[in-house]
């Protein structure tokens, strides 16, 4: 009897408790998947379509900016072959200022007249200068060089004048760096206000 008892109380005895299992990492809620996906695709496609219309602009810019200072050129052009050879340099000084650069090349190449010299005393040759040189050729030209000292490029339009001559005109204007550089502030703006739009929808969703 006695054995039976302490069978039965040996049955009736609880369980020592178990050791806790470990808990599995719980998986990112819903809303958050959505969030993750959403903005990572939004950021990917305003980021290449900012760059994307920026360079487009800038590349129609350019090719604006050469017609319009060729134009000016051929304007220019023609009030000097009208005037008398001795008279250019001072129709050039009276009538032509301002941000776009006058310079009169002869034949040779010599500088007759620049209305922004960029040292003192005579200026270099220009006869092999690429917008003189394909002017002197082909009668008008238009090029754009890029300078990495003022990070800027240098537009240049140049026409063959009726003795020769070559007259040159050059603007200088945004590179396309420099130009990308000053949407920097906007394209933030935007994308914080696309995280939290992207936010509240996959909220909204969830």
Do not use: C, K, W
Not at 14 to 32: C, I, K, V
Not at 36 to 58: D, E, K, N, Q, R
Not at 72 to 84: C, E, T, V
Not at 139 to 151: D, I, K
């Amino acid at each position: 009897a006695a054995s039976e008892l302490r069978a039965s109380g040996d049955a009736a005895a609880p369980s020592a408790p178990s050791a806790p299992a470990a808990s599995a990492p719980r998986p990112r809620s819903l809303s958050r998947r959505i969030f993750a996906s959403v903005l990572g695709f939004t950021l990917a496609v305003m980021v290449v379509f900012s760059v994307a219309l920026t360079s487009i602009y800038y590349v129609t810019y350019e090719q604006d900016a050469e017609r319009l200072l060729i134009v000016q050129a051929r304007d220019a052009a023609a009030r000097l072959d009208a005037a008398p050879a001795d008279e250019r340099v001072a129709v050039l000084a009276e009538q032509f200022s301002g941000l776009v650069r006058y310079t009169l090349v002869a034949p040779d190449g010599e500088v007759l007249f620049d209305t922004a010299p960029t040292a003192p005393g005579p200026a270099d040759n220009h006869a092999n200068r690429p917008e003189v040189r394909d002017a002197a050729a082909a009668g008008e030209a238009a090029v754009s060089r890029y300078s990495a000292t003022l990070s800027s490029d240098t537009v240049y339009a140049a026409v063959r004048l009726a003795d020769g001559a070559v007259l040159r005109l050059a603007e200088t204007r945004e590179s396309l760096l420099s130009f990308l550089g000053g949407l920097t502030v906007p394209v933030l703006g935007a994308l914080a206000v696309a995280v939290l739009l992207v936010l509240l929808l996959s909220r909204a969703l969830t």
